[in-house]
């Protein structure tokens, strides 16, 4: 069957040789963010549409993920969706205000609260994401991988709870110390909820996932041990196996073999830690994510150059290096030094492989 050959190149591709700590003869590279505002081919589209319509559009979903992907000549795509949208159908009401960023106008505040999270039985009020999913696979180069991801229930319970973006969580960090029960209980139902979607998107197409838990890097190791770990290791015990999977954070210099003992076969690496004294840390068993520091990209073309070249030869060409930046491309990032970071590191990275 020609789907056998397809599926074939993309187990070939550089990004998902690297997941499995294969030697791969460029380091594959792709960006968080890589289709948002800082390009103008997305401002375009989100001209016309607010950003939970694009997101609920598979056809313009399609659009940007596959835009953005060419336009830079990345190793990976990845679905073009949101990480809050699981938190609808599951009974919060979500907005995306002009300007402010995430609201959520019925956040969970206590104990009673927590049973308006309703436990999803079914991905249909997600539909839209899986259709996005299979539109993406068809519309993409058959040697491109696709990532699909969710937010990780830390992460998620921030938003639930903060009501949206938060700079020191101190109403989502004070109901966990509080009620332990009720935060476990919230957890566990951000833990099946996001099983049953990631493992969808995998049905539906995707090659790889990407588990964002942006900010839990706000957690000692000491809590990070209680509140977090197990429901972590409970997630990735339901995910559907063989498929790669990323475990990605910001500021988790602390917390790294924390990390990888919660599972992924990937460890995600922001620019507040040296990748080759992290990679130890983690030690053989698992591939690395990262880690350019994203304000980098508005750096003179040399300071680029050097601080990718760098990261590179931190590296040092051992099987399991994806590169990525630390977080996110910030909206103001010029374009031509993405395009010209991807090109430094597939050039750089052949070199660097060269025989001695
Ligand atoms: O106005 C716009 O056009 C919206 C800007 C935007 C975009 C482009 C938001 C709003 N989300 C996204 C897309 C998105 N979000 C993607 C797919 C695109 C890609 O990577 O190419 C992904 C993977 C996410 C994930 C996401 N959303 C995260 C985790 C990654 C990270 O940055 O840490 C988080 C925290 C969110 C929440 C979110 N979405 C958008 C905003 C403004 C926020 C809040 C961020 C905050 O609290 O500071």
Redesign the pocket.
Known sequence: MSETSTVARWDESPFVKACRREPTEVTPVW???????YMPE?RAV?AKVS?LE??KDPALATEV?VT?AERLGVDAA???????LILEPLGLDLE?AKGE??VIHNPIRERTHVDRIQPLTDVAPLGYVMDAVRSIRSALRPETPLIG?A?APF?LAC?AVEG???RHYELAKSFMYRDQGAWDALMERLVDATALYLNAQVAAGAQAL?L?D??VGNLSPFDYRRFVLPHMQRLFAKLTPGVPIIH?G?DTGSLLELQRDAGGHVIGLDWRVELDAAWNRLGTGVAVQGNLDPVVLFAPRTEIENQARRVLNQAAGRPGHIFNLG??IL?HTPVDNVVALVDLVHTHSQKSRAPG
Not at 31 to 37: D, I, K
Not at 78 to 84: G, H, K, P, T, V
């Open positions: 960006l968080m963010r890589q289709a948002g505002r997305y989100r950003f694009l997101c993920t953005a990845i679905l073009f969706a949101d990480i809050l995306f960023g995430p991801f937010g992460t938003y949206g973006g938060s990407q964002f942006s900010w990605f910001t977080h996110g909206p």
